[in-house]
T-cell receptor, first 118, second 113 residues
């Protein structure tokens, strides 16, 4: 396993278009997180899955944003009708939660998907 | 005021120096993470702490729960340590949510040879 993979690494789109990002977590990790990071800022939490269940959504996640993890493995984050303010790095992370051995809940991050909305 | 504050924002050091990065938080937490972010976005988790002290190689992380403060120390710093170091807390204010990490803005470290 090569860690958390995100695709695409960089997406340039015009305002109003829809974009979708994919995250493939570490295979045995049951928890998957999406974060957004803008320049000079720390990441901000967007949403979190345990297996296929979306357990929490940030107020940052407007109706234009939707995330899925249909089989409890990979996840997609879709942004509809993109706006220039959506330009950011979208980070995915995964962890092994619950009754797990030492080291559980340590996050492993992907390299991120950078979105530029023109 | 941010719930997680890091200092300094920027730090330049000479190779070999001992480095300390500080993180203060204002919420109740169940855990604190130190993360390292290299240019281009890749983030690596360095430590997860809920009490005491952890050491990994030249990196040491400490946390004082009563004072709501954590420090990340780098001994014998090297240019390859140059990165942004981010403190993140898992707040109990959100019902102990496992997902909602609150991040500091990061400390940009540059180690000169």
């Amino acid at each position: 396993d090569t860690g958390v993979s995100q695709d695409p690494r960089h997406k340039i789109t015009k305002r109003g278009q829809n974009v979708t990002f994919r995250c493939d977590p570490i295979s045995e990790h049951n928890r998957l997180y999406w974060y957004r990071q803008t320049l000079g800022q720390g990441p901000e939490f967007l949403t979190y899955f345990q297996n296929e269940a979306q357990l929490e959504k940030s107020r940052l996640l407007s109706d234009r944003f939707s995330a899925e993890r249909p089989k409890g493995s990979f996840s997609t984050l879709e942004i509809q009708h993109t706006e220039q303010g959506d330009s950011a790095m979208y980070l995915c992370a995964s962890s092994l939660g619950g009754l797990a051995p030492s080291g559980a809940n340590v996050l492993t991050f992907g390299a991120g998907s950078r979105l530029t909305v023109l | 005021k941010n719930e997680v504050e890091q200092s300094p924002q920027n730090l330049t050091a000479q190779e070999g120096e001992f480095i300390t990065i500080n993180c203060s938080y204002s919420v109740g937490i169940s855990a604190l993470h130190w993360l390292q972010q290299h240019p281009g976005g890749g983030i690596v988790s360095l430590f997860m702490l809920s009490s005491g002290k952890k050491k990994h190689g030249r990196l040491i992380a400490t946390i004082n729960i009563q004072e709501k403060h954590s420090s990340l120390h780098i001994t014998a710093s090297h240019p390859r340590d140059s990165a942004v170091y981010i403190c993140a807390v898992r707040s109990t204010n959100y019902g102990g949510s496992q997902g909602n990490l609150i991040f500091g803005k990061g400390t940009k470290l540059s180690v000169k040879p």
